[in-house]
């Protein structure tokens, strides 16, 4: 173990101290002055009930969920409300057709 010692002594005695940067205490007293300058910003109040609400994945999925449905529901009134359904309109439910058997199967089994 001698030997170890040493060995270990020679390498300490090689070790040189890590010397800071000749800014460094300026760096950290500016650094202390930035963090140091005020309170923060107030945020609106609108931005923090977003942030509180909707960072929440299943509450923010939900919110869009919603907006979606108002959105296509009226884009779908504001459709049905300019252009009157005509004979033809309804052509994809005629008994020939795919979603006619459907419904035509519908209505059977409610009767």
Not at 45 to 72: D, T, Y
Not at 73 to 82: D, F, M, N, V
Not at 93 to 111: C, Q
């Amino acid at each position: 173990m001698s030997q170890d010692d040493n060995n270990l002594s020679k390498l300490l005695k090689q070790w040189r101290d890590i010397e800071p940067a000749s800014n460094f205490e300026a760096s950290v007293r500016r650094r202390i002055r930035r963090a140091q300058t005020g309170p923060p910003a107030r945020v609106p109040v609108v931005e923090q009930w977003l942030r509180r609400w909707l960072w929440n994945p299943a509450l923010g999925l939900a919110a869009a969920v919603v907006v979606s449905a108002v959105i296509g529901a009226s884009a779908g009134i504001h459709t049905a409300l300019r252009q009157p359904a005509g004979p033809g309109e309804m052509q994809f439910m005629s008994a020939g057709t795919l979603a006619g058997g459907y419904a035509r199967l519908a209505l059977e089994g409610t009767r």
